[in-house]
């Protein structure tokens, strides 16, 4: 692999049509032109008028420069300088980093495919109520960001969370737990990966009220009768033509021997414990990895951190070694 010193990428704000013709009479062309084309590779952040984007001219170029071996970061959609709305905004600083950063990621899972549930699951009890957790689901999501950085294809079936859906990942979005569960299924024998971060809820309501349930003076308390949700990470790893499983165990006490029991219980290669108390909403966190072999710790650090880490011990699993 080219080391990240080894290359110069060259960040154009604007489009560069006299790239496409080989011009090089001004500094920025003529850099863009006299670099070794294999080592040092050209991202361009494209930013013009919605029709001029979308204009014949600019796509042919924009294809031509494609084949080329040029990057397209963007264009996104909205707002423009002249008022109009639609494709050709640059894309925001912070997402033109976000891509710089994933271009240079290690592409350990290229060609894969990727499915994650991600956050808490809502079980209404009625229009107002409901049973959920302290999921944050920015584990999930740095999962996700990390997949999608690795060059797999990734898709996100994530429950009631307030994050940004990362660049370029799928995102489904439900409620409950059976929503989850018929969200993933039909999905799942199509992936390569399944990582199952979710806290799906273990019960729901039997009944929903269908309207709010009031409080009675004088009258006994309501008492909420609960049926077990499907498990979602057992059912996808009892598929005949099954993803790579990896399950997630949120403790709060003896975490190995509960990582371990649901190694077996589910029936997944690899369990990735955390203390939930310590890590739910939190930006880092302590990952252990349970197989059958063992254990090994990864040690605190912010979750995408460790979310490329996990992805990069799950590339080295499911990837034949050549050695
Ligand atoms: N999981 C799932 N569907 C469920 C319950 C759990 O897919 N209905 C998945 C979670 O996403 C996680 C793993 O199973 O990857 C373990 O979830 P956890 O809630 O820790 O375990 P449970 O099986 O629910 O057991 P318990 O609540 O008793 O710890």
Same mark, same amino acid.
């Given at each position: ?87 050709? $905004? ?58 999608? /950085? ?38 799942? @024998? ?34 909420? *009768? ?15 033509? $099954? ?7 949120? /403790? ?6 509960? @990582? ?35 254990? $090994? *710790?990864?040690? $605190? ?11 990069? *011990?799950? @590339? ?8």
């Amino acid at each position: 692999m080219l080391e990240p010193t080894e290359l110069l990428a060259e960040l154009v704000a604007f489009f560069q049509p006299k790239l496409l013709h080989g011009g090089a009479d001004d500094l920025l062309s003529l850099m863009c032109l006299a670099r070794p084309i294999d080592k040092c590779p050209l991202l361009l952040a494209p930013a013009m008028n919605r029709e001029m984007w979308a204009h014949p001219a600019t796509q042919r170029n924009a294809a031509q420069l494609r084949a080329d071996g040029c990057t397209l970061l963007g264009p996104a959609n909205g707002d423009q300088a002249c008022g109009e709305i639609g494709d050709g $905004r640059m894309l925001e600083a912070v997402e033109l980093l976000d891509e710089l950063i994933a271009f240079f990621r290690p592409k350990s899972l290229l060609g894969k495919s990727v499915l994650i549930t991600a956050g808490p699951t809502f079980e209404p009890l009625d229009p107002v109520r409901g049973l959920t957790n302290r999921s944050s689901g920015k584990m999930g999501f740095a999962i996700a960001r990390a997949a999608a /950085e690795a060059g797999a294809t990734v898709t996100v079936v994530a429950g009631p969370v307030h994050l940004p859906t990362p660049r370029g990942v799928r995102r489904i979005d439900v409620n409950t737990a059976q929503q989850m569960f018929d969200a993933v299924l039909p999905e799942a @024998a199509a992936h390569d990966v399944f990582i199952a971060t979710a806290a799906v809820a273990d019960w729901r309501p039997v009944n929903i009220a269908s309207n709010k349930i009031k409080k009675q003076a004088g009258k006994a308390l309501p008492v909420i *009768e609960l049926v077990e949700n499907r498990d979602i990470l057992a059912a996808v790893s009892q598929l005949d033509k $099954r993803p790579y499983c990896v399950g997630f165990a949120a /403790e709060s006490t003896d975490l190995l021997k509960h @990582a371990r029991e649901k190694l077996v219980r589910k029936g997944v290669p690899l369990i990735v414990g955390n203390l939930g108390p310590a890590t739910f909403g939190a930006d880092d966190n302590t990952l252990t990895l349970v197989d059958a072999a063992g254990h $090994r *710790e990864l040690p $605190r650090a912010d979750k995408l951190t460790l979310a490329r880490q996990l992805v990069a *011990e799950i @590339a080295t699993r499911i990837t034949p070694s050549t050695t």
